[in-house]
T-cell receptor
């Protein structure tokens, strides 16, 4: 069965600090996709990134970067020089391409608070 | 381009009442998903449709919940009778095609916050 664990329930940092959100997953499929979504206080879910299981290259997008390591089944998300607007709940998600195609599993989320 | 549209955004009702939540997926998207978000259980998939046909409803909590998709541009999630434990945010999401659905490419609506007193 697919499972996503976000061990950090809440993180609080001061603006301009770097912060890493952890995500560990479990799956039996060899083909799968990993995601991060952001849920700001307004409530909507905003897609941030998708990676497939065959692409372990790290990705950087502005202040955001993602570290995918199959050896440790982790897909961690780092925000560099955090800003108050980064305050949100962040969800990591997994979608198996075969066994549970169409059924994304979400972690419980990490609430990030960035203080000015 | 319009995204996924959900209504109502907020609903407060009394236990025992019928609740209907509505969703308009992105035009041209073949897949539609209903998710529920609670503090206790996080984000759960309730049901999803492909070309208006329910594919997997194993996440629907019980018989009080039902979902329909009468056409490609409209879906409803109905709770009858509602109970306080149904209080949650209900999200609708759509995906363009089989590949998008299989790879988890989901476009979410803004959610409907339901409070059952």
């Amino acid at each position: 069965a697919q499972k996503v664990t976000q061990a950090q329930t809440e993180i609080s940092v001061v603006e301009k600090e770097d912060v890493t959100l952890d995500c560990v997953y479990e799956t039996r499929d060899t083909t799968y996709y990993l995601f991060w979504y952001k849920q700001p206080p307004s409530g909507e879910l905003v897609f941030l990134i998708r990676r497939n299981s065959f692409d372990e290259q790290n990705e950087i997008s502005g202040r955001y970067s993602w570290n995918f390591q199959k050896s440790t089944s982790s897909f961690n998300f780092t925000i560099t020089a955090s800003q108050v607007v980064d305050s949100a709940v962040y969800f990591c998600a997994l979608s198996e391409a075969v066994t549970n195609a169409g059924k994304s599993t979400f972690g419980d989320g990490t609430t990030l608070t960035v203080k000015p | 381009d319009a995204g996924v549209i959900q209504s109502p955004r907020h609903e407060v009702t009394e236990m025992g009442q019928e609740v209907t939540l509505r969703c308009k997926p992105i035009s041209g998207h073949d897949y539609l998903f209903w998710y529920r978000q609670t503090m206790m259980r996080g984000l759960e998939l309730l049901i999803y449709f492909n070309n208006n046909v329910p594919i997997d409803d194993s996440g629907m909590p019980e018989d009080r919940f039902s979902a329909k998709m009468p056409n490609a541009s409209f879906s409803t999630l109905k709770i009858q009778p509602s109970e306080p434990r149904d209080s949650a945010v209900y999200f609708c999401a759509s995906s363009p095609d089989e590949w998008g659905a299989a790879t988890g490419e989901l476009f979410f609506g803004e959610g409907s916050r339901l409070t059952v007193l």
